[in-house]
């Protein structure tokens, strides 16, 4: 049964009549996307630390945990924000990477990749992979531990911090020791049963998905790219554990499910943790549901473990 809490928040946003993302311009979907978040989200917490850079043109913001000294070396996690690859900014997962930052003891440091339809794929994997490099040489001057250093995300940036633990392994330079993954995008094809099942009716509809989806990747046979789908890459081996989360009500549920299996069956650790009553984008919702404060403890758990 979907939580009553995530039903009582599907029916408020039906009789406020707020529109369809796909109904909307990219523009009109990123401004209302940032409006919308004070309602559901909770406030941000005061942390430690909190201050904007830039790398190679890529917008970042670094993050450190209340209680930590400006000289400690910390344990970092690169976080990719969610938004379908088209919507979402530093601003909209501000209290999210606030969130993980406290609680796991991590600096965190949140990239503003760039987002279709002005930079289509792979333009955001490249930022997301060059926002990374740049983490790793600059870590002294960050006061981060390079090798201590996780990547993560939620939907189109969980996608994204799998597709950059798979690039740092190829490329041999870039050594990562957690991925953390929350409801990602793992597979462009949107074939699984959980788009039928889920693909209407829970917030993430799959005219939405068609709508991300054609705005970030312009040609289909790109969807075989597993830098577009990482289900896809043949070769799941040899990659850093890695912490899956997936909500029952989410169309992306099933592509989770099965990169946490293909993961598995690949010799790599994987962990995978359902809530089943929730639906996609509901970390981000602790203002009224409470699974979302429980979840972002887990998270943040399983991040402070992973780089003790």
Same mark, same amino acid.
Request: aromatic letters at 8%; proline letters at 7%; charged letters at 20%.
């Given at each position: 049964?979907?939580?009553?809490?995530?039903?009582?928040?599907?029916?408020?946003?039906?009789?406020?009549?707020?529109?369809?993302?796909?109904?909307?311009?990219?523009?009109?979907?990123?401004?209302?996307?940032?409006?919308?978040?004070?309602?559901?989200?909770?406030?941000?917490?005061?942390?430690?630390?909190?201050?904007?850079?830039?790398?190679?043109?890529?917008?970042?913001?670094?993050?450190?945990?209340?209680?930590?000294?400006?000289?400690?070396?910390?344990?970092?996690?690169?976080?990719?924000?969610?938004?379908?690859?088209?919507?979402?900014?530093?601003?909209?997962?501000?209290?999210?990477?606030?969130?993980?930052?406290?609680?796991?003891?991590?600096?965190?440091?949140?990239?503003?990749?760039?987002?279709?339809?002005?930079?289509?794929?792979?333009?955001?994997?490249?930022?997301?992979?060059?926002?990374?490099?740049?983490?790793?040489?600059?870590?002294?001057?960050?006061?981060?531990?390079?090798?201590?250093?996780?990547?993560?995300?939620?939907?189109?940036?969980?996608? @994204?911090?799998?597709?950059?633990?798979?690039?740092?392994?190829? +490329? #041999?330079?870039? =050594? $990562?020791?957690?991925?953390? /993954?929350? !409801?990602?995008?793992?597979?462009?094809?949107?074939?699984?049963?959980?788009?039928?099942?889920?693909?209407?009716?829970?917030?993430?509809?799959?005219?939405?998905?068609?709508?991300?989806?054609?705005?970030?990747?312009?040609?289909?046979?790109?969807?075989?790219?597993?830098?577009?789908?990482?289900?896809?890459?043949?070769? @799941?081996?040899?990659?850093?554990?890695?912490?899956?989360?997936? +909500? #029952?009500?989410? =169309? $992306?549920?099933?592509?989770? /499910?099965? !990169?946490?299996?293909?993961?598995?069956?690949?010799?790599?650790?994987?962990?995978?943790?359902?809530?089943?009553?929730?639906?996609?984008?509901?970390?981000?919702?602790?203002?009224?549901?409470?699974?979302?404060?429980?979840?972002?403890?887990?998270?943040?758990?399983?991040?402070?473990?992973?780089?003790?």
């Amino acid at each position: 049964m979907l939580h009553p809490q995530a039903q009582a928040l599907l029916r408020l946003i039906e009789e406020k009549g707020v529109p369809p993302t796909h109904t909307l311009t990219p523009a009109q979907a990123r401004a209302w996307y940032r409006e919308r978040r004070t309602f559901t989200q909770p406030d941000p917490p005061e942390i430690g630390a909190v201050r904007d850079l830039e790398a190679r043109g890529i917008p970042l913001r670094s993050y450190r945990p209340l209680g930590s000294a400006a000289a400690d070396v910390l344990p970092v996690l690169v976080y990719y924000h969610g938004g379908g690859w088209v919507i979402g900014d530093l601003d909209t997962h501000d209290t999210l990477c606030r969130q993980l930052c406290n609680q796991s003891g991590c600096a965190v440091i949140a990239v503003d990749y760039r987002m279709g339809p002005e930079h289509r794929f792979p333009a955001a994997v490249d930022d997301a992979i060059a926002a990374a490099r740049w983490v790793r040489a600059n870590a002294a001057a960050l006061k981060v531990d390079a090798s201590r250093m996780a990547v993560g995300g939620d939907s189109a940036g969980g996608n @994204l911090a799998a597709v950059v633990a798979i690039a740092a392994r190829d +490329a #041999g330079d870039l =050594p $990562l020791a957690f991925q953390l /993954l929350i !409801y990602p995008a793992t597979d462009q094809r949107r074939r699984w049963p959980s788009h039928t099942s889920n693909g209407q009716g829970y917030l993430l509809t799959q005219d939405t998905m068609d709508y991300f989806h054609d705005h970030y990747i312009p040609d289909k046979a790109q969807d075989l790219d597993w830098r577009a789908s990482p289900l896809l890459q043949p070769d @799941l081996s040899r990659l850093p554990p890695a912490f899956v989360l997936t +909500a #029952g009500y989410d =169309p $992306l549920r099933d592509e989770g /499910l099965q !990169y946490a299996h293909a993961l598995s069956a690949a010799g790599t650790r994987s962990t995978l943790v359902n809530f089943e009553r929730q639906i996609h984008g509901f970390i981000t919702m602790g203002r009224v549901l409470d699974e979302a404060n429980a979840a972002v403890q887990l998270c943040a758990s399983q991040l402070r473990q992973a780089l003790a």
